[in-house]
């Protein structure tokens, strides 16, 4: 299934340790703070208990959102989007 991988984490040394985690995962970023891919069961259960050992809950957040293929294709960007620094041509594959 598809996920959307979204933080927001204050300390650097651990928001570095949360993108690590999302690209061992093989998540693709789309934004600084956003990552999306395909994720098994067993994966998202395993990186969303490694990122609830990184971040203090009190002060970070971190959301893991399910969608599909139909609700990427119903996704509109308004605006400049995407990163290109940041994102893949197969991120961009999707969306169009």
Same mark, same amino acid.
């Given at each position: 299934?598809?996920?959307?991988?979204?933080?927001?984490? +204050?300390? #650097?040394? @651990?928001?570095?340790?949360?993108?690590?985690?999302?690209?061992? /995962? $093989?998540?693709?970023?789309?934004?600084? +703070?956003? !990552?999306? $891919?395909?994720?098994?069961? %067993?994966?998202?259960?395993?990186?969303?208990?490694?990122? =609830?050992?990184? @971040?203090? =809950?009190? #002060?970070? +957040?971190?959301? @893991? !959102?399910? #969608? %599909?293929?139909?609700?990427?294709?119903?996704?509109?960007?308004? $605006? %400049?989007? !995407?990163?290109? /620094?940041?994102? #893949? %041509? =197969?991120?961009? +594959?999707? !969306?169009?």
């Amino acid at each position: 299934m598809l996920y959307w991988v979204m933080y927001d984490i +204050s300390d #650097t040394k @651990i928001r570095n340790r949360a993108i690590k985690a999302c690209k061992n /995962k $093989g998540l693709y970023r789309v934004q600084k +703070s956003i !990552f999306l $891919g395909e994720l098994n069961k %067993n994966d998202k259960d395993e990186l969303k208990i490694i990122m =609830e050992k990184l @971040i203090d =809950e009190a #002060t970070d +957040s971190i959301y @893991i !959102f399910p #969608t %599909n293929n139909q609700y990427i294709y119903d996704t509109d960007i308004i $605006g %400049n989007g !995407f990163d290109r /620094k940041l994102v #893949t %041509n =197969e991120v961009v +594959s999707k !969306f169009i």
